[in-house]
């Protein structure tokens, strides 16, 4: 399987921060907010990623990751010349794409919780259909929301509805295989001029192929539009990481944990932020290691 990560958009409701500065570049507590959803990805098994951005800030992306082999992992990168949905992604991932199956992550949305890492891996070895994710949350109606039965078939999908059916919403998590290409480049543009995902989601409905994976309770979803929620979710990470003494989204600690680098490559990046607690925390993985200790 592989991943995109959309981090497009002009990021306005973000101004002044954004104005030079793509949303996903700023830092939520002590990592750019891309490390998170890139961080979902590489916890899902996946190795092949591509991000989708605008073209002023692509080559910002670039910078950062490289070819991505750094991490054991390959990054390439295309441009999403203007906002035109999330559907869109797979309309110019399509030679990216090829035949594999594929996941789509928005680069604002943050997830955390016990026994994740699992629940990506079963949901990266989707064969058939689409699969999304439902979230509880106290205001459904502000969200594209998400009815299921017993078996995690789903019933219906609404977009931000007046009476919802369901608490559950649907967050910017989604796994595919390969027909959503095919169902991406078919769909026609809503009133607002994009490809809609709900439509996509629409069609697996349609065709019976579409299941949710509910998010349990405890589990944090959160995504960065705002001032608000940009602060709210850079308390979080910090208040989890300084109780826990473990970081949340460290790309570098997964792509160590799964053996996609050795502790020379670890030691190498750890090297460039001693200066921080950072690389400090990556040295004292490399020395747990070693130790014979279990650190995860």
Same mark, same amino acid.
């Given at each position: ?9 002009? @990021?306005?409701? *973000?101004?002044?921060? $954004? ?9 939520? #507590? ?7 959803? *890139? ?14 951005? $605008?073209?002023?800030?692509? =080559? ?7 070819? @991505?082999?750094? *991490? ?12 035109? @949905? ?17 996941? %789509? ?17 079963? =949901? ?9 994710? @439902? ?59 994009? *490809?809609?995902? $709900? ?20 589990? =944090?979803? %959160? ?6 929620? %940009?602060? +709210?979710?850079?308390? #979080?990470? +910090?208040?989890?990481?300084?109780? +826990?003494?473990?970081?949340?989204? =460290? ?8 053996? #996609? ?6 030691? /190498? ?10 690389? +400090?925390? %990556? ?6 290691? /070693? ?6």
């Amino acid at each position: 399987m592989k991943g995109i990560i959309l981090a497009g958009g002009s @990021g306005t409701r *973000l101004y002044p921060l $954004t104005r030079v500065l793509s949303k996903q570049l700023i830092p939520v #507590y002590d990592k750019p907010m891309i490390y998170y959803p *890139l961080s979902v990805l590489m916890l899902a098994g996946i190795q092949d990623i591509l991000i989708i951005s $605008t073209p002023r800030d692509l =080559c910002q992306f670039q910078e950062l990751f490289a070819d @991505g082999s750094h *991490l054991g992992i390959s990054i390439s990168y295309a441009e999403q010349p203007a906002p035109e @949905g999330l559907a869109q992604a797979f309309v110019i991932g399509k030679d990216f794409i090829g035949s594999d199956n594929v996941a %789509l992550i928005l680069g604002d949305n943050i997830f955390f919780g016990s026994g994740f890492s699992r629940v990506l891996e079963e =949901c990266s070895s989707l064969s058939e259909g689409g699969l999304i994710f @439902g979230y509880p949350v106290r205001d459904p109606e502000r969200y594209g929301v998400v009815e299921f039965d017993d078996d995690n078939k789903v019933v219906g999908i609404e977009e931000k509805p007046a009476h919802p059916k369901s608490k559950f919403a649907v967050p910017g998590l989604y796994f595919y295989d390969n027909d959503v290409i095919a169902i991406a480049e078919n769909i026609k543009p809503s009133p607002r001029g994009e *490809l809609e995902i $709900t439509d996509v989601n629409m069609e697996y409905l349609r065709r019976g192929k579409l299941r949710v994976q509910p998010l349990s309770r405890g589990f =944090c979803w %959160l995504d960065t539009g705002t001032h608000e929620s %940009l602060q +709210q979710a850079s308390s #979080y990470v +910090q208040a989890v990481q300084d109780r +826990q003494g473990l970081k949340v989204a =460290c790309i570098e600690e997964i792509a160590y944990n799964h053996g #996609y680098i050795d502790s020379a490559q670890m030691e /190498k990046l750890a090297n460039d932020m001693l200066k921080n607690q950072y690389g +400090q925390y %990556l040295m004292e993985i490399i020395a747990e290691t /070693k130790a014979g200790s279990i650190f995860s």
